[in-house]
């Protein structure tokens, strides 16, 4: 047996460095690497679970092709024919840009960025554009600094105060927690704003139930005290921001008592925030989950504004943390993607692409070929992803595992795990450590990486003179000027894992990068969009608030959010205690609907209908009932059969969250 240092691809905050155990060519154990600064030997169930992942039954180990409805083996070679000659067709009939790739980021390796060189090198697909992930508040965030920028884990230690605002830190980004739990023994506060009282809440000094969707309301009411308090800071509002007179009228325009109202948080505990936020420094920590609403995009950018209004923005143990897009920025993405080779293109917003899948036309989508994700479970509104999917005539998915997605397809190509190639991975969301991953095992039958597959389509269809780079020399070039700073390929393979040098405190000398080169209240890059650049008084689509007669016939606001023991789709089938759909309830809807646990209930809107077994949350905001997400169709299905796949306020982010549901017993 020997063990080998690797890292985890999953789509996570957290990245962590493993140690990883293989004895006669086979993955055995996984564990935590305990030299690695961030994670520190910790590692979740989802990453040790990797094991059964490569190693499963269940995995697509030969290219499958349907035919008369029934998947049969085909070889290598007929699989990238046929399929290299279909895109050939469809390019040649109706234009490059009737295939549609579709994906998601189910894999955290650099390389997967040779599925776009792919594809631009193909003369330019219908690509993605936005996230249901976290679209809305990275473009907020673009708005108000000019980039998503996060502080580094370790800064926690200046911070006084710590909001976890809308970030199930338990669940989704254990080593947080970990900081959590280490500053809070030192006297640091700790609050959580979340309309469910999650794990994070348990160690907090307060926890502050929200009504879903409604966090902006709360920044203004905090903002509208810091002001009547006179505790703003006059001197980074004046030197280093715009547009501070329009966003005092909006905080003008409406009263606190209305704040109260809308939040259901009660005026002695925004006051009590107003201080904690003057009182700092004060780390803002945001989830994603409370910007998939129509409102969502505001709601960063109020949040944003309240940290900029409080001067914790640019200091140490300050800064409104959401994505760290500057860690993917790192690499040299033009290297690996070849833009220039694109001759036409479409974009589809991610989260709307079932409905653009059925009305394009000029060119109609003819092909789908997707990789990296799942978009029969993970995309809104999943009987339209259905009828969008059914209505083209070729789809191919690239896959370990024979997922709701891949039932679909017409070929399935077998993907290597991330133990049978090598590449390097980061994540855009916390650290900014690039870990290395070696291929430990040679590929399962005959699974190929991702690289391989999109290589051997390039060469049958005459664009492989671009393909002609080992994985090496792929990795060498997404390092681009990184390597002149000292991390080069051999580095971070020698090290296991490197910082990349990214900023640590960003905004640390108040220049930011949006037009004006100041914090914008009021967006340039907004109105340049075409959107009025000012911050709103704005509320969900599914709200009470603006669809009142919606609200009586489904009253209940429907969360959707992660499992705590999969990783979205990726677990369900691998764990039998998972595959049942648990429908939790707030309190006040048990009382009222007289339900007990494990009683069987309906879930419903005019999207659709999900049935699964009760159980009571213990504290909540009222009206709540969640389901979590990732769930196979036939373990009871996705709960996008019931979530909108409308983009939110900036276009480029989802709504899932912002659902309206019935429920009853059956
Ligand atoms: N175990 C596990 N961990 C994961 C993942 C996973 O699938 N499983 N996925 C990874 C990925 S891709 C992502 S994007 C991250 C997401 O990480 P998070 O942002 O932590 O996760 P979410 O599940 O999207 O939602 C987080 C919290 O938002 C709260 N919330 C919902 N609506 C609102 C609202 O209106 N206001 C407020 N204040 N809170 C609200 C929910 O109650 C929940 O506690 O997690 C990553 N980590
Ligand atoms: N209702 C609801 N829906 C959601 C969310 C929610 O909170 N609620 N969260 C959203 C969020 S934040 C995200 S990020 C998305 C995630 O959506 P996805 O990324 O689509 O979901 P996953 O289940 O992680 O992965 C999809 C598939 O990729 C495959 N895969 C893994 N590695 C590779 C590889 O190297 N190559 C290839 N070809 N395939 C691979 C896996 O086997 C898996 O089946 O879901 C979104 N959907
Ligand atoms: S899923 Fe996240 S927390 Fe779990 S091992 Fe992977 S990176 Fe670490
Ligand atoms: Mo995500």
Same mark, same amino acid.
């Given at each position: 047996?020997?063990?080998?240092?690797?890292?985890?691809?999953?789509?996570?905050?957290?990245?962590?460095?493993?140690?990883?155990?293989?004895?006669?060519?086979?993955?055995?154990?996984?564990?935590?690497?305990?030299?690695?600064?961030?994670?520190?030997?910790?590692?979740?169930?989802?990453?040790?679970?990797?094991?059964?992942?490569?190693?499963?039954?269940?995995?697509?180990?030969?290219?499958?092709?349907?035919?008369?409805?029934?998947?049969?083996?085909?070889?290598?070679?007929?699989?990238?024919?046929?399929?290299?000659?279909?895109?050939?067709?469809?390019?040649?009939?109706?234009?490059?840009?009737?295939? *549609?790739?579709?994906?998601?980021?189910?894999? +955290?390796?650099?390389?997967?960025?040779?599925?776009?060189?792919?594809?631009?090198?193909?003369?330019?697909?219908?690509?993605?554009?936005?996230?249901?992930?976290?679209?809305?508040?990275?473009?907020?965030?673009?708005?108000? =600094?000019?980039?998503?920028?996060?502080?580094?884990?370790?800064?926690?230690?200046?911070?006084?105060?710590?909001?976890?605002?809308?970030?199930?830190?338990?669940?989704?980004?254990?080593?947080?927690?970990?900081?959590?739990?280490?500053?809070?023994?030192?006297?640091?506060?700790?609050?959580?704003?979340?309309?469910?009282?999650? @794990?994070?809440?348990?160690?907090?000094?307060?926890?502050?139930?929200?009504?879903? +969707?409604?966090?902006?309301? *709360?920044?203004?009411?905090?903002?509208?005290?810091?002001?009547?308090?006179?505790?703003?800071?006059?001197?980074?509002?004046?030197?280093?921001?715009?547009?501070?007179?329009?966003?005092?009228?909006?905080?003008?325009?409406? %009263?606190?008592?209305?704040?109260?109202?809308?939040?259901?948080?009660?005026?002695?505990?925004?006051?009590?925030?107003?201080?904690?936020?003057?009182?700092?420094?004060?780390?803002?920590?945001?989830?994603?989950?409370?910007?998939?609403?129509?409102?969502?995009?505001?709601?960063?950018?109020?949040?944003?504004?309240?940290?900029?209004?409080?001067?914790?923005?640019?200091?140490? +143990?300050?800064?409104?943390?959401? /994505?760290?897009?500057?860690?993917?920025?790192?690499?040299?993405?033009?290297?690996?993607?070849?833009?220039?080779?694109?001759?036409?293109?479409?974009?589809?917003?991610?989260?709307?692409?079932?409905?653009?899948?059925?009305?394009?036309?000029?060119?109609?989508?003819?092909?789908?070929?997707?990789?990296?994700?799942?978009?029969?479970?993970?995309?809104?509104?999943?009987?339209?992803?259905?009828?969008?999917?059914?209505?083209?005539?070729?789809?191919?998915?690239?896959?370990?595992?024979?997922?709701?997605?891949?039932?679909?397809?017409?070929?399935?190509?077998?993907?290597?795990?991330?133990?049978?190639?090598?590449?390097?991975?980061?994540?855009?969301?916390?650290?900014?450590?690039?870990?290395? @991953?070696?291929?430990?095992?040679?590929?399962?039958?005959?699974?190929?990486?991702?690289?391989?597959?999109?290589?051997?389509?390039?060469?049958?269809?005459?664009? /492989?003179?671009?393909?002609?780079?080992?994985?090496?020399?792929?990795?060498?070039?997404?390092?681009?000027?990184?390597?002149?700073?000292?991390?080069?390929?051999?580095?971070?393979?020698?090290?296991?894992?490197?910082?990349?040098?990214?900023?640590?405190?960003?905004?640390?000398?108040?220049?930011?990068?949006?037009?004006?080169?100041?914090?914008?209240?009021?967006?340039?890059?907004?109105?340049?969009?075409?959107?009025?650049?000012?911050?709103?008084?704005?509320?969900?689509?599914?709200?009470?608030?603006?669809?009142?007669?919606?609200?009586?016939?489904?009253?209940?606001?429907?969360?959707?959010?992660?499992?705590?023991?999969?990783?979205?789709?990726?677990?369900?089938?691998?764990?039998?205690?998972?595959?049942?759909?648990?429908?939790?309830?707030?309190?006040?809807?048990?009382?009222?609907?007289? *339900?007990?646990?494990?009683?069987?209930?309906?879930? =419903?809107?005019?999207?659709?209908?999900?049935? +699964?077994?009760?159980?009571?949350?213990?504290?909540?905001?009222?009206?709540?009932?969640?389901?979590?997400?990732?769930?196979?169709?036939?373990?009871?299905?996705?709960?996008?059969?019931?979530?909108?796949?409308?983009? %939110?306020?900036?276009?480029?982010?989802?709504?899932?969250?912002?659902?309206?549901?019935?429920?009853?017993?059956?």
């Amino acid at each position: 047996m020997t063990t080998y240092k690797s890292t985890c691809p999953l789509n996570c905050w957290d990245n962590c460095g493993f140690v990883v155990e293989v004895e006669d060519g086979k993955i055995v154990k996984i564990d935590g690497d305990k030299e690695h600064p961030i994670t520190k030997g910790k590692i979740c169930g989802r990453g040790r679970m990797l094991e059964a992942r490569t190693n499963s039954d269940d995995r697509v180990l030969y290219p499958l092709k349907k035919i008369d409805g029934e998947f049969q083996r085909i070889t290598w070679e007929q699989a990238l024919t046929e399929i290299s000659d279909k895109l050939a067709d469809v390019k040649q009939t109706f234009g490059s840009t009737a295939v *549609l790739h579709s994906h998601d980021y189910a894999n +955290g390796g650099l390389l997967t960025k040779i599925a776009n060189r792919f594809f631009n090198s193909f003369g330019g697909a219908t690509e993605l554009i936005g996230s249901i992930c976290w679209g809305s508040g990275i473009e907020a965030q673009n708005w108000d =600094f000019g980039n998503a920028a996060s502080h580094a884990p370790e800064d926690i230690y200046n911070s006084k105060n710590v909001i976890i605002w809308g970030r199930n830190v338990t669940r989704t980004n254990m080593h947080l927690f970990g900081y959590l739990q280490e500053v809070r023994k030192k006297g640091v506060k700790i609050i959580v704003i979340d309309p469910i009282y999650n @794990g994070t809440a348990k160690i907090a000094d307060s926890y502050i139930s929200i009504t879903p +969707g409604m966090d902006g309301f *709360l920044a203004i009411g905090i903002m509208k005290e810091l002001i009547r308090l006179d505790l703003q800071d006059k001197t980074f509002l004046e030197k280093y921001t715009v547009g501070y007179e329009d966003l005092v009228e909006i905080i003008d325009s409406i %009263s606190i008592q209305k704040v109260e109202k809308l939040t259901n948080v009660p005026r002695e505990t925004i006051t009590k925030l107003a201080h904690v936020y003057s009182e700092g420094p004060t780390a803002t920590y945001m989830g994603l989950g409370m910007q998939r609403y129509a409102n969502g995009g505001n709601t960063i950018r109020l949040i944003d504004a309240l940290v900029a209004v409080s001067g914790n923005v640019g200091i140490p +143990g300050g800064g409104a943390n959401f /994505g760290n897009t500057q860690v993917g920025q790192s690499f040299d993405s033009e290297a690996l993607t070849l833009p220039e080779k694109k001759k036409e293109s479409r974009a589809f917003v991610m989260t709307e692409q079932a409905e653009k899948i059925l009305t394009a036309t000029e060119p109609p989508i003819k092909m789908i070929m997707v990789s990296c994700g799942n978009p029969l479970t993970q995309v809104p509104n999943t009987a339209l992803v259905q009828e969008a999917f059914h209505s083209v005539d070729s789809i191919v998915v690239l896959e370990q595992f024979m997922t709701d997605t891949a039932r679909l397809a017409d070929y399935v190509l077998p993907s290597a795990t991330v133990f049978e190639e090598e590449d390097i991975y980061y994540s855009s969301m916390f650290h900014h450590y690039v870990n290395y @991953g070696p291929k430990l095992v040679e590929a399962r039958g005959e699974a190929k990486s991702d690289v391989w597959i999109w290589t051997e389509l390039a060469k049958r269809l005459g664009f /492989g003179e671009d393909f002609n780079y080992a994985r090496e020399e792929y990795i060498k070039m997404g390092l681009g000027s990184l390597q002149d700073e000292g991390i080069t390929f051999e580095t971070i393979k020698e090290n296991s894992h490197m910082p990349l040098p990214v900023n640590l405190v960003p905004w640390h000398d108040f220049q930011f990068t949006t037009p004006s080169g100041k914090f914008e209240f009021t967006s340039a890059i907004g109105e340049m969009k075409g959107y009025d650049g000012r911050l709103q008084l704005s509320y969900p689509r599914e709200s009470v608030y603006t669809d009142k007669e919606l609200a009586r016939k489904y009253p209940y606001s429907l969360l959707t959010i992660h499992p705590l023991r999969s990783n979205h789709s990726q677990h369900y089938h691998l764990i039998e205690s998972l595959q049942t759909v648990k429908v939790e309830v707030s309190k006040d809807i048990a009382e009222n609907l007289g *339900l007990l646990p494990n009683d069987i209930v309906r879930v =419903f809107n005019e999207r659709g209908e999900i049935k +699964g077994k009760v159980q009571i949350l213990k504290e909540s905001s009222p009206n709540i009932v969640c389901i979590d997400e990732g769930q196979w169709h036939i373990f009871g299905g996705s709960v996008n059969s019931l979530t909108p796949h409308e983009v %939110s306020d900036n276009g480029l982010g989802s709504s899932l969250y912002d659902c309206l549901v019935g429920i009853e017993k059956v």
